[in-house]
C-alpha cells in the first residue's frame, strides 16, 4: 500500500492543503478541522482504499481508517505543512466553537495516549490470567517487573497528560510534564498524610490527590499554554530560556494545588449519588453506567 498516495488523494479531496485548519488522528480516525466542508467529496473519498467510512461530528470531518490512520498519518504530515493546531480551529462561521475546542482538546491529548494505556491494560490483564492459572508466583520478582510494567503508565498518567496537553496546545511539552511531576513528588505527596491546618503563603490549603485525577491537569494546561506566550512577548529573549520556564512553574504549580486540584475534588463529591440513589437505585446504575467513561476521562471517577 503506497499510503504517500493515498494521503495525497485525501488532501486532494478534502479540499486541498489550504481548506484545513488542523489536522489529528486517534487509534482509527483522521480527525481534519476544515474551514469549508462543502469542499470535501464525501461520495469519492469514502471509494478510497483503506477509507471505512467520512464522519462529521464535533466539528470535525473524521475520516475512518482503522489500523493503518498512523501510516496515513505519518504520509500527510512528512508531504504536507500540516500539523495539530488549537487556536486556529473555527466552525463554518468563522468563529470559535467552545464545545468543538474543549472536546478537540480531550481528544488530542489522549490519542497518543491509547497505544500505551492498550498495551498495559492488555499486559494486566494477561498477568491476571496468569495468576489465576497459578502459572506465575505474584510474590516473586518476575511478577513484580512485569506488574510495575502494566502500572506505570496509570502511576505517572498526570506526567504524560500534562506533556500530551502541553503538545497538543503547541506549547512546550516539558514544562508541561514538570508541572504535573510537581503534584507526584514525595515533598508534595506527604502532605497528604498531614492532619495539620496547612497554608501556602498564608492561604488555606486543601492537599489533593493528583494521581487519582487528570481533570485539573487539563485545566491547568490549558491555562499553562495561553501564559507561556504571554511571558514569551512580555520577557526579553536573551531572559526567556530560564525566566519564563521559572515564572510558568511559580505560578501554575501553586494555581493547581490550590485551585484546580479543590475545584476537580469538589465536582467529583458534587455528582449527587447519594441523592440519586435515594430517588431510583435503577435509574442511578442507568445513568452513572452512562456517563462513567466520561467520568473516567475527567478523573472525577
Known sequence: ???????????????????????????????????????????????????????????QFQIVIGNDVANVYDAIVKNYSIGQTFAKEENESGKRNIINIIFSYISGTFSPLLPALAGSVMLKALLEILKSLNWINDKGAT??????TSNAVFYFLPIFIGMSASKKLNVNPYIGGVIAASLLEPSFTNLLKSEENLTFIGLSLVVTDFASTVFSLLIAIAIYAPLERLLKRWVPKVLQLFLV?????????????????????????????????????????????????FLVVLGVH
Request: hydrophobic share 45%.
Open 245 to 293: 520556564p521559572m515564572l510558568i512553574l511559580i505560578i501554575m504549580v501553586p494555581l493547581t494545588v490550590l485551585v484546580f486540584g479543590p475545584f476537580s475534588e469538589y465536582v467529583s463529591s458534587g455528582i449527587g449519588i447519594d441523592y440519586m440513589l435515594g430517588f431510583s437505585r435503577i435509574l442511578t446504575g442507568v445513568i452513572i453506567a452512562s456517563f462513567w467513561p
Open 143 to 148: 511478577f513484580a517487573i512485569l506488574n510495575a
Open 1 to 59: 500500500m503506497n499510503y504517500n498516495n493515498l494521503g495525497k488523494e485525501i488532501i486532494d479531496l478534502v479540499g486541498g492543503e489550504n481548506n484545513i485548519s488542523s489536522l489529528e488522528h486517534c487509534a482509527t480516525r483522521l480527525r481534519f478541522v476544515l474551514k469549508d466542508t462543502d469542499q470535501a467529496d464525501n461520495s469519492k473519498i469514502n471509494e478510497l482504499p483503506k477509507v471505512l467510512q467520512v464522519v462529521e461530528q464535533a466539528g
